[in-house]
């Protein structure tokens, strides 16, 4: 419980900085025609990916949807794809086709890893106090469905892969590793550039087995 409440205060520290999202009126119809036209082949038309690379857009919270698309089509979220397939939308076409993908029903959940499954479990929930690492379920969910308030996404049934590949970027970030590109690390969870960001701070305690078996844990939640 000591380790919830631990979480749960890195989190509500860091609400001023989610607070502040205000995703415009948007039109779900609009954003449709832009997901069968630009997102469809990555994030599929309903949201579901069948990339395992890319994550499940469908029934994701709209401020955190809203969010990322912004801050990829500010360059705050590095990623060259991403960056060119929002190059020109407008600001009302990333809150259409943000509206939209949360209008549609969420993602299914993965198998997860029976074999890590304890052990994942009691790193999601509670954290590890002796290395520092903090439990993911105080800002995400027990069950990994998120705060739309906050703008902290659901990640239950999410791929393990994609699980994989963020928490990795956010670690980068967070221990400053020597990188060639600003692609290899996300720094978007932070208010500005040059801070520590919540999921930076988190991710740099994490070992690459700790990622493994939280992103299989988390493909399986729900």
């Not at 991403?82 to 809150?95: E, H, I, K, P």
């Not at 969910?141 to 892969?161: I, K, S, T, V, Y």
Request: aromatic content about 6%; proline content about 3%.
């Amino acid at each position: 419980m000591k380790k919830l409440i631990a979480a749960a205060s890195l989190c509500v520290a860091s609400f001023s900085v989610q607070a502040a999202i205000i995703v415009p009126e948007h039109d779900v119809d609009a954003g449709k025609k832009i997901a069968e036209t630009v997102c469809a082949a990555c994030h599929g038309v309903n949201g579901v990916s069948v990339v395992p690379a890319q994550p499940n857009l469908g029934g994701q919270n709209v401020k955190y949807l809203y969010k990322q698309l912004v801050e990829f089509k500010t360059g705050y979220r590095k990623n060259g794809i991403m960056q060119s397939q929002v190059a020109n939308l407008s600001q009302q076409d990333l809150a259409n086709v943000a509206g939209y993908y949360a209008s549609q029903a969420p993602w299914g959940v993965g198998f997860g890893n029976p074999a890590t499954n304890q052990e994942a479990t009691k790193l999601y929930l509670g954290g590890d106090k002796s290395r520092g690492v903090i439990g993911c379920a105080g800002c995400h969910g027990p069950d990994a469905a998120g705060n739309e308030w906050a703008a902290f996404p659901r990640l239950g049934g999410q791929h393990a892969e994609y699980i994989s590949t963020q928490l990795k970027l956010f670690r980068a970030a967070g221990r400053a590793d020597d990188i060639d590109s600003d692609e290899q690390k996300r720094i978007n969870d932070a208010a500005k550039e040059g801070e520590m960001g919540m999921m930076q701070t988190v991710a740099s305690k994490l070992s690459d087995r700790d990622i493994r078996i939280l992103s299989d844990y988390i493909s399986a939640v729900h």
